[in-house]
Nanobody, 124 residues
Framework: QVQVVESGGGLVQPGGFLRLSCTVSGLTFDDYAMGWFRQAPGKEREGISSISFRGASKYVADSVKGRFAISRDNAKNTLYLQMNRLKPEDTAMYYC?????????????????WGQGTQVTVSS
């Protein structure tokens, strides 16, 4: 059984930072690309970053480029999202997902396994 568990969300002031983590079990972690998505209330789900199976290729959405960085530690079966200079518009539920591909993708249909999400709230 595949399990995807996010952690690290919380309340942070504008300009602050958080690091999200996502631990995966039940499959061979380094065989698959990984991704981060987010969804704010009343808005569509947004794909924000993806990383290839060995970490050589990364995609970052324009909305977070220069502020967010994706990384992975295959020895620990863990995916990370470093989020810097956070803005109120970054407030959302953040989801980690396991892709069915080795290369980066932001198509949600390429992600068969999802976590339950971790809430990030940016507010003063």
């Amino acid at each position: 059984q595949v399990q995807v568990v996010e952690s690290g969300g919380g309340l942070v002031q504008p300009g602050g930072f958080l690091r999200l983590s996502c631990t995966v079990s039940g499959l061979t972690f380094d065989d698959y690309a990984m991704g981060w998505f987010r969804q704010a209330p009343g808005k569509e789900r947004e794909g924000i970053s993806s990383i290839s199976f060995r970490g050589a290729s990364k995609y970052v959405a324009d909305s977070v480029k220069g502020r967010f960085a994706i990384s992975r530690d295959n020895a620990k079966n863990t995916l990370y999202l470093q989020m810097n200079r956070l803005k109120p518009e970054d407030t959302a539920m953040y989801y980690c997902a396991v892709a069915s591909t080795q290369g980066t993708t932001m198509n949600p249909k390429d992600y068969p396994y999802w976590g339950q999400g971790t809430q990030v709230t940016v507010s003063s």
